[in-house]
């Protein structure tokens, strides 16, 4: 059982490249979301899933895509990346079942844009 | 839209010193109250989880509270020691399952 795991782990880009971040769970969760995390700061949520198939924004949606097309995989597309989105960037979980339950987190992926 | 805020931004301490850090939110309207570490460079630590129908929840040398009416959490760290230095976040839960982060407290527990 490995929980949330992201890929990749660290990334360069130079301005105008894009890339795609993935996020994978293996707990069967439903809810999914990407946060971004500035130094100093704390985490701000970029996109969420509620469920396959379906995306919603959360509070710095711009430069960022999301799909959710499987249930265990959640992607973060920047389609043309600019240095204001070299940040920290984590995938959660959490389950819709229970509305108290725990968010799981993935160890993170380290984006610089130059 | 919730507002976290955490007092004090960063915090030393001597080490065996009891402490504690402050969390308020603007919206009572949450289902939980998750407390996280991290380290710097690091990820996310789940720490405690507070349900917004709970009062208290401890674990070791930690314990949260939540005063859900008045927006705010505290967490309460007993006989500090140097491994606990870390940034402590506090995020509540609100509709659509979504965390808002406060800005953390840095914490150096000093030897």
């Known amino acids: 059982n490995a929980g949330v795991t992201q890929t990749p782990k660290f990334r360069v880009l130079k301005t105008g490249q894009s890339m795609t971040l993935l996020c994978a769970q293996d707990?069967?969760?439903?809810?999914m979301y990407w946060y971004r995390q500035d130094p100093g700061m704390g985490l701000r949520l970029i996109h969420y899933?509620?469920?396959?198939?379906?995306?919603a924004k959360g509070e710095v949606p711009d430069g960022y895509n999301v799909s959710r097309l499987k249930k265990q995989n959640f992607l973060l597309g920047l389609e043309s990346a600019a240095p204001s989105q070299t940040s920290v960037y984590f995938c959660?979980?959490?389950?819709?079942?229970?509305?108290?339950?725990?968010?799981?987190f993935g160890p993170g992926t380290r984006l610089t844009v130059t | 839209k919730q507002e976290v805020t955490q007092i004090p931004a960063a915090l030393s301490v001597p080490e065996g010193e009891n402490l504690v850090l402050n969390c308020s939110f603007t919206?009572?309207?949450?289902?939980?109250l998750q407390w996280f570490r991290q380290d710097p460079g690091k990820g996310l630590t789940s720490l405690l989880l507070i349900q917004s129908s709970q009062r208290e929840q401890t674990s070791g040398r930690l314990n949260a509270s939540l005063d859900k009416s008045s927006g705010r959490s505290t967490l309460y760290i007993a006989a500090s020691q140097p491994g606990d230095s870390a940034t402590y976040l506090c995020a509540p839960l609100g509709s659509a399952r979504q965390l808002t982060f406060g800005s953390g407290t840095q914490l150096t527990v000093l030897p």
């Open positions: 899933s509620v469920g396959e198939g379906t995306t």
């Open positions: 919206d009572s309207a949450i289902y939980n």
């Open positions: 707990m069967n969760h439903e809810y």
């Open positions: 959660a979980s959490v389950s819709r079942g229970d509305r108290g339950s725990e968010q799981y």
